[in-house]
Nanobody, 124 residues
Framework: QVQLVESGGGLVQAGGSLRLSCAAS????????MGWFRQAPEKERDFVSI???????TYADSVKGRFTISRDNAKNTVYLQMNSLKPEDTAVYYC??????????????????WGQGTQVTVSS
């Protein structure tokens, strides 16, 4: 079955940058919608960004203009480039995969496969 592994998290000062990676195995990312979510302590898991199989992308309002999602199908990997980081971006970041998110892309339950998460901490 598909397995997703995130990497690239860490500690960074406000205004800095991080690049998260999500490596997939068991199936190709081609034809699959890949999303990024984040969850702060005692808060719900929130949608961050998604890239569909056709290449279209969507972002949460809170990260527009700062984050960029991209695919490298040859490496079977999805990335999240995070610039101009703010303390409120602090959370565990998860990647997820689905073949049929459709209009439910903001709902975590629409995704069948999840990575283990990677911690991002932004200090002020």
């Amino acid at each position: 079955q598909v397995q997703l592994v995130e990497s690239g998290g860490g500690l960074v000062q406000a205004g800095g940058s991080l690049r998260l990676s999500c490596a997939a195995s068991g199936r190709t990312v081609r034809g699959v919608a890949m999303g990024w979510f984040r969850q702060a302590p005692e808060k719900e898991r929130d949608f961050v960004s998604i890239t569909w199989s056709g290449g279209e992308t969507t972002y949460a309002d809170s990260v527009k203009g700062r984050f960029t999602i991209s695919r490298d199908n040859a490496k079977n990997t999805v990335y999240l480039q995070m610039n101009s980081l703010k303390p409120e971006d602090t959370a565990v970041y998860y990647c997820a995969a689905s073949s049929y998110t459709g209009s439910l892309y903001r709902d975590p339950s629409a995704y069948g496969y999840w990575g283990q998460g990677t911690q991002v901490t932004v200090s002020s």
